[in-house]
Structures are given as structure tokens and as C-alpha cells.
């Protein structure tokens, strides 16, 4: 086999790692969410169910045990929307306007805080455990149930409790402290309303009297009779006084400037000048009227009263005006020998001018009461409007109470019993009204589940260790980082259920090489750095089976032990004490050191036994110079360093490399992987990837096949020479 691997300048500028990177990339796109899971709980899966079985066993009878199931009972009572009537429908029988709000108010009445209290008296509960209990009000207030359908009449209240008995008896105590508080009230309310009509009888009756008593009295003010009559008769005397005032003035007036004042001799006699004259004829008739009306008085008031003393005095103005106007008119009449009209000089011959102003003076003071008298009458007038309206007023209030007294008492034994009773008393449940125990006993098996599930995915989060492939191409930021292929385990593998695991061992190696082999473009002898980012993750094994690999496919290898502290390759290849790449380095020894392995093309150089000679001694100029003359002699120089991290001779070593590979075990934590990618990276040697030891048979399927263990002939090929098997299971071991 030649050592070039022909490559195309393309495949040179995009190595097979990228290819592989770019191609996980878009399977990360269709990544779903049982590959998450998976990437979380692989590894776990078995402890994770386990775990889980034991939690949701525990969980589901706690659950179950801890849950008692509860009885409910149930009572009603029915709000009528009417009564019946007996004989009249009155307020009290009639529907309800707004029944359905009335329903509501009963509703939190039932749920208040006073019905509740005076539930906790009832006898019967108070001799129960859960009455003595000092949350007992505040269990009832949250677990009572009191509900109204909007279009039924009842209004339910039902009680769940874990014994049949108590969810009975707070029922029906709570039903009775509602009705003791509310639902008896009927009775009352109409003993009340009773009361209340009968109060206002007494009440609007001694306003009726009072009303009628302050009538009679204004009415009396005016002799009894009727004030608008009584007024009319006042208005017209003051237009008779007035009307003499104005002629009297006149007369003395014109008599003064004529200066004629005579006495006359004799006349007619006074019915006489009456009956000629039309003005002593008025006076006269006003004489009569008030005389009459004195009599009247005389008759049924005493002399000391009001009514008396006004009729005595409008008698005597009107005698006098009659009296005075006949001396006139009869002055008159024996002067000039005329009636009814009064010249200048009749009136001087009757009266002085001192007499007529006396009697002026007179009929204004005349005019002025009667004035006075009208205007009272005016006003006594509007009160008594006013006080007949209210009197009628008052009577009409006064017969309405009565007929309404009288109907209340006719429906009183309707209204009595009130809207509300009780339909139905809390009757004892036979059955388990709510039984959780099941539901919370399934909860709690699948509530342990989930928190097993929980708790490792948890763990796999943030215990980053490597189970699985995928696990390692994650590990990078960015997921940059390719798995060259896995290494099974061995010594776990059931041969009795999957065959001879030798088969899969050699194909899982000849694949990692076939993969180094598609990213190599070094023409001539290629340098490849074997390490881990911690000791014992079966780095020197695997790079002893990838040399027989290697060397079993032709090509000319050697395996160089860069390991100067853990020496595992020089040991395991039986080479302890033999020169090797000490001395080299050294410039003591050459390339003969390599010894020939068992396998044909396949050399080791061990690490050497110069002892002075230590890993901070290592320069990458000296191993350029040593790995140069092997590039000479071998087409694969497969090195095995020290682990990464902890290790002095591992980056100088992948400084002179061609590439790098690293090497982790399964089950190791893989979140300091991405930092050894970045310090072999940091040296210019580019890592080809990383290689899952003690995979388990599940992983080995993404990099076998059956078809690829069979021969052409349909026969299973022959097992792979025993050295690169034994190899493969020191791989297993040094990991272990």
C-alpha cells in the first residue's frame, strides 16, 4: 500500500472533520425533543426508571392513604315568588318585582357570618367532635356550598364531610339558624306593619281634628257664615264710605268759597226723604242689615266676645251715617225743597264746616278698618283653602289606612307564614359522594415519575459526563467537534445475545482508521498524537489497536510512547527499561530503537530509560528533528501522550504532529473537552476528533452493520487477528 492518500486541493481546503461538522449541523436542525432527552439521561436511563418506580410507588400510596373520601348532604328551601290571597291581593301576597335578586340576598343571608354563629349553638352539633373544633367556623364558612338555580324556586345547601352523620347535621343546622333568623320572620313583619297602620291612623286622625277644629274657628271669626259673602259686604260699604268722603270734600270744599252756611226750618219726615232719597235709602238698608245681624249675635254670644263686640260697632257706624245723612237731607229738603242731591247751600244750612271735617275725619278712620278688615278676610279666605285642602287630604290618607288595616287583617294568615320555608331538610348520604383517594394516587405515581425523570435530567444538565456520541459532538461550544468512532466494552458485552464482540471490536477500529484516512492530506510519513483530557481513559490501548490497524492494512507503522511520566505503551508492549525516545531526543540513540512488534508492519519505539530525562526537558524543535527521520521510514507514526491537562510533554508533542485524536472513556465528564480542543488547536495541529471508549452496543450500531460482519459467500468473515482483539480489550482494561 502506498503512503499518499491522493486528495483534490478542494478536499485539502475542507477537511473530512468539516464535512462532518457541517453535515451534524443540519441534523441539529431536525433535532427533536426525545434526542434532548435522550442526550440528558444517557447512561441514566436504568436508575432514572428504577428511581422512578420507587418514588411513584411511595408517592401513589401516600397519596392514596392520605386521602379520605367525603359524604355530601343536601337540603332546600323554597322562596315563593307569591302568596296565596284569601280574599284581596294585597303587597304583601303579590309577586316579587325583583325576584331573582330577593333569591341572591337570601343566598349570602344563608353564607353570613350571624347564620353560621348561630348554626354552632345547635345542641346537636355542639356534641360532635368537628362542632368542639375551634376552626369549626372557619371550616364551615369554606366548605359550605349554598347555590340557587336562576330559574328554580329552591336554594340549596349542601355540606361535604368525611362522615355521613356530620355532613347531615351541619345542614340542617345551618337550614335551622337561617330559618330561625329569617325564615320566621313573616310573622313578625306583619305584626309590624300592623303596628305601623295603626300608629298612622292615631296620628293622621288628630291632624284631621286639629285641621277641622282651625276651619271652624276662622269660619266662626266671621259670625258663621261665609267669609266670601261677608267679604263682599265689606267691600261694598267701604266703596259707600269712600264715595261719601269724596262728595263731602267736594261740597265743603265749593261751600267754603261760597261763604253760604244756613239753618233750615222743617220737612218731610225720614221714611219720607228714604224713600225720595237713593243715598239715605242705602244708608238705611246698611243700618237695617247691621241691626238685624246684632240681634242675631246678641242671641248666642256674650257681650265681652269678639263676634259681639264687632257687630255691636258696625251697627252703631251705620246708625250714625244713617242719622247723619238724614239731618242733611232734611236741611236740605226745608231750604231748597229737594231730595237726593245735596248742593253747597243745603249743606251749610245744616252743618257748620268744623261738623263736616268732625264727620270726615270720622268716615276715614271708617274706611281705614274696614279696609283692614277686608284684608284679613283675604287672608283668612287662603287659609281656609289651604285647610280644606289639606282636611280633605287628610281624610283621604285616614280612609285609605283603614281599608288597608282591614285587608292585612283579612290576609293575615297568608302573609303570616312569610315567603320562605323550608323544603327539604339534609337527609344522610348512603354513598361516598368524592373519593381523590384513586386520583390522588395516580398523581403521585406519575408525580414521582416526573420528578425522577426531573431530577436526572437535572443531573444530566449539569453533570456533563459522556455516555454517548452525541454527548461528545455537543460537548464543544457550537458543536464543532467530530467523533472519529467508538471502541465497545468488552467485558460488559453479552455474547450470548449478540454473538462473537470481537467482530464489532476490529470493525470499530478499522472505521476509526478509515476515518483518520479520509482527513489526512499529509503526503509521505504522517505523525498522529493519541491523547485524553484525563489519565486512564484507554488512550495507549486504542493507539496500540489503531497502529495494528494500521499495520494490518499494509501500512507501515510505528507507535511511539510520548507518555515520559505514565509510560502505559512501553509497559504494556513489554519494553520497560529499553532506550527509546529519551535517548533519541537526546541525540544517543536512532531510529533502531523501534522494535518490531508482533504484528507484520507494525513498529514500537518505547519511551526510553534515560532518567534524567523528564518532560519539562521535551523541546517541539527536538521532536521535529526525531519525527522526521521516522516520517523517512514509516507512512504512520502513531504517538501516545501524556493526557492533556496535567501533562507537560502533551502540547509540544501535538505542536510537531501532523494531527491530533482524543480519547474519552464513557462516563467521564466531558465539559472540559472543548478546552483541550482549544490547546491543541493553539499549537497549529488541527484535531481530527474524539474517540468514545467503552461504548456501549447501541453506539457500535451507528458504525457496524450486519451486512458489513458478513463475507460474500453468506458465512460470518473470520475474526480479526488475536492481537489487535487483545488490543481492543486492553483498551477496555486500561480505561477501567
Not at 78 to 92: Q, S
Not at 365 to 376: F, G, S, T, V
Not at 607 to 620: D, Q, W
Not at 681 to 691: A, D
Request: aromatic fraction near 6%; include cysteine; proline fraction near 4%.
Amino acid at each position: 500500500m502506498t503512503s499518499e492518500h491522493p486528495t483534490s486541493e478542494s478536499n485539502r481546503s475542507r477537511p473530512f472533520s468539516d464535512e462532518i461538522a457541517g453535515d451534524e449541523e443540519r441534523l441539529d436542525a431536525r433535532e427533536s425533543l426525545w434526542v434532548v432527552v435522550d442526550d440528558r439521561l444517557r447512561g441514566r436511563w436504568r436508575r432514572m426508571i428504577i428511581v422512578g418506580l420507587v418514588l411513584a410507588a411511595a408517592l401513589a400510596f401516600g397519596g392514596f392513604a392520605s386521602t379520605v373520601p367525603s359524604y355530601r348532604s343536601t337540603g332546600a328551601i323554597h322562596v315563593a315568588p307569591r302568596l296565596p290571597v284569601t280574599l284581596t291581593p294585597i303587597p304583601e301576597t303579590g309577586e316579587l318585582d325583583h325576584f331573582v335578586s330577593f333569591v341572591a340576598t337570601q343566598v349570602q343571608l344563608i353564607r353570613s357570618r350571624r347564620v353560621f354563629e348561630h348554626a354552632l349553638e345547635d345542641e346537636t352539633l355542639k356534641d360532635t367532635d368537628w362542632g368542639r373544633d375551634p376552626r369549626a367556623l372557619e371550616r364551615l364558612e369554606e366548605d359550605i356550598d349554598v347555590t340557587s338555580d336562576r330559574n328554580s324556586e329552591l336554594i340549596f345547601v349542601a355540606f361535604e364531610a368525611d362522615s355521613p352523620k356530620i355532613a347531615q347535621i351541619v345542614v340542617n343546622a345551618v337550614i335551622g339558624a337561617y330559618e330561625d333568623i329569617y325564615g320566621r320572620s313573616g310573622a313578625d313583619e306583619v305584626a309590624r306593619t300592623l303596628q305601623r297602620l295603626k300608629d298612622l291612623q292615631g296620628q293622621l286622625n288628630r291632624d284631621l281634628r286639629s285641621t277641622r277644629a282651625e276651619i271652624q274657628r276662622l269660619r266662626t271669626k266671621h259670625d258663621g257664615g261665609d267669609v266670601t259673602e261677608a267679604q263682599g259686604a265689606v267691600l261694598r260699604e267701604i266703596d259707600v264710605v269712600e264715595a261719601w268722603i269724596d262728595d263731602a270734600r267736594q261740597l265743603i270744599d265749593e261751600a267754603r268759597a261760597a261763604g253760604v252756611y244756613r239753618m233750615g226750618g222743617t220737612g218731610p219726615s225720614a221714611e219720607t226723604i228714604a224713600a225720595l232719597d237713593p243715598q239715605l235709602a242705602e244708608y238705611r238698608r246698611l243700618r237695617d242689615e247691621a241691626e238685624t245681624a246684632f240681634q242675631f249675635v246678641t242671641q248666642r254670644y256674650r257681650p265681652d266676645s269678639p263676634p259681639f263686640r264687632r257687630a255691636e260697632d258696625r251697627f252703631r257706624t251705620a246708625d250714625q251715617l244713617y242719622h247723619e245723612q238724614l239731618v242733611v237731607a232734611i236741611e236740605v229738603w226745608g231750604r231748597t225743597g229737594r231730595l237726593g242731591s245735596i248742593d253747597v247751600a243745603s249743606l251749610a244750612t245744616v252743618l257748620t264746616p268744623d261738623q263736616v271735617e268732625h264727620q270726615i275725619d270720622a268716615m276715614e278712620h271708617r274706611a281705614e278698618n274696614l279696609r283692614a278688615a277686608a284684608e284679613q278676610m283675604v287672608a283668612d279666605l287662603r287659609q281656609l283653602e289651604e285647610l280644606d285642602g289639606t282636611a280633605r287630604r287628610l281624610q283621604a290618607d285616614f280612609d285609605q289606612t283603614i281599608a288597608r288595616i282591614k285587608q292585612l287583617e283579612v290576609e293575615e294568615s297568608s302573609v303570616r307564614g312569610g315567603r320562605i320555608s323550608v323544603a327539604q331538610l339534609g337527609s344522610r348520604p348512603l354513598s361516598v359522594y368524592s373519593d381523590g383517594r384513586r386520583k390522588r394516587a395516580l398523581f403521585g405515581g406519575v408525580f414521582g415519575i416526573m420528578l425522577s425523570f426531573g431530577l436526572y435530567f437535572l443531573l444530566g444538565t449539569v453533570d456533563r459526563r459522556a455516555f454517548a456520541v452525541r454527548q461528545l459532538e455537543h460537548a464543544v461550544p457550537g458543536g464543532g467537534l467530530t467523533c472519529l468512532g467508538v471502541v465497545p466494552d468488552l467485558e460488559r458485552t453479552d455474547r450470548r445475545a449478540e454473538g462473537d464482540p470481537t467482530e464489532v471490536a476490529s470493525h470499530c477500529m478499522h472505521h476509526i482508521r478509515n476515518a483518520i484516512e479520509a482527513a489526512r492530506t499529509t503526503k509521505g510519513g504522517t505523525v498522529l498524537a493519541v491523547s485524553s483530557p484525563f489519565q486512564g481513559d484507554g488512550k495507549t490501548s486504542i493507539a496500540v489497536a489503531l497502529g495494528m490497524s494500521y499495520a494490518l492494512a499494509g501500512y507501515r507503522t510505528v507507535i511511539v510512547d510520548g507518555d515520559l511520566i505514565g509510560r502505559s505503551l512501553t509497559r504494556q508492549m513489554g519494553h520497560v527499561g529499553s532506550r527509546g525516545l529519551k535517548e533519541c531526543l537526546l541525540g544517543e540513540a536512532t531510529l533502531a530503537e523501534a522494535v518490531a512488534a508482533s504484528v507484520n508492519d507494525l513498529a514500537v519505539l518505547p519511551v526510553g530509560a534515560a532518567k534524567h530525562f523528564g518532560p519539562e526537558r521535551i523541546r517541539r524543535e527536538e521532536l521535529e528533528v526525531v519525527l522526521a527521520r521516522l516520517r523517512e521510514r514509516y507512512e504512520m507514526i502513531i504517538v501516545d501522550t501524556g493526557p492533556v491537562l496535567g501533562s507537560l510533554e502533551c502540547l509540544p508533542i501535538m505542536g510537531a504532529a501532523d494531527s491530533a485524536m482524543l480519547i474519552v472513556r464513557r462516563g467521564r465528564s466531558c465539559t472540559r473537552l472543548g478546552e483541550c480542543v482549544e490547546r491543541i488547536e493553539s499549537t497549529g495541529s488541527p484535531c481530527l476528533g474524539v474517540v468514545l471508549n467503552c461504548a456501549p452496543a447501541r453506539e457500535c450500531e451507528r458504525y457496524t452493520s450486519e451486512t458489513s460482519l458478513v463475507g460474500d459467500d453468506g458465512a460470518t468473515s473470520a475474526p480479526p487477528p488475536n492481537p489487535l482483539v487483545r488490543a481492543v480489550s486492553e483498551a477496555g482494561r486500561d480505561a477501567a
